[in-house]
């Protein structure tokens, strides 16, 4: 080899290590991330006015396992991708379900929960005596999708139904069942709730998890999931941590994270913990 030739290896060589370098410089060590901090049990503010629940703790966790200082902040659902866009935070943790529409604008990491969605209703209410099936729709199968559908309109028809605006929960009530029931919108789940609780609304449809916890209150004695749940399709690939395009090593960084946390039991452990039962996706 040349003298002139070593010296384009090597200078070729040394770009490539400074570069290799740049970009273990410029890989985050510390970063935001956001909640909405109104989902219970999933992100909420508990009773010391701290943000609390299992997106939190999992939070925690995935950030100790890549050795990130992460901060965690509340944010308006609203708000939550248009300010992960422009920078106010680093990453969005708020059981955001993963959809092809979202994913034109932002990117996800792989899911790190499945939480199927369903209909909270009267105990006493033709619905509410049917009580929970163990039944998991797959709305990605059109014609099992359509024979649920079918089943429940009667059961619905002339309804109240209160849900979180902004959502998929919310584009799958209009999709399949706006030609029977009234769509009430709401900011929060926590103030459907109340109005539930109330008697304004004749149901709800949230996710089983967060239900489950609203129904445990003494002042939902009288109220019960009901009826399937539903997953996938406009629903989405489940919940996973919303990240800037760009952010590519980010990405990379918080999937490994999951896969760990998923292959040790820690979201096993955690989704028991929160939801008492277990959330974990299934490959």
Known sequence: MTFRRMAAVAAALMT?????VA?????????KIA??????????????GKLDG??????????ARAKLKCS???QNWDGLIPSLKVGKFDVIM??????????ETIDFTQPYAIDPTSFAVAKSSELGKQGLS???VKLDDEAAAQAAVDKLKPLLKGKVIGVQSGTQILAFLKKYFGDVVDIREYKTTEQHDLDLAAGRV??????????TATLAKPEFADYTLAGPGFVGGILGMGTGAGIRKEDTALKATFNKAIGEAIADGTVKRLSEKWFHTDVTPVK
């Open 16 to 20: 490539l290590a400074v570069t290799q």
């Open 23 to 31: 970009r273990a410089e410029d890989a985050p060590k510390e970063i």
């Open 35 to 48: 909640t909405e901090g109104a989902y219970a049990p999933w992100n909420f503010v508990n009773a010391d």
């Open 54 to 63: 299992f997106e939190i703790d999992l939070a925690n966790d995935l950030c």
């Open 72 to 74: 965690i902040i509340a």
């Open 94 to 103: 708020a059981a955001m379900f993963i959809t092809p529409k979202r994913m």
């Open 134 to 136: 163990k039944d998991k």
């Open 202 to 211: 004749d149901g709800i449809i949230v996710q089983q998890t967060t239900a």
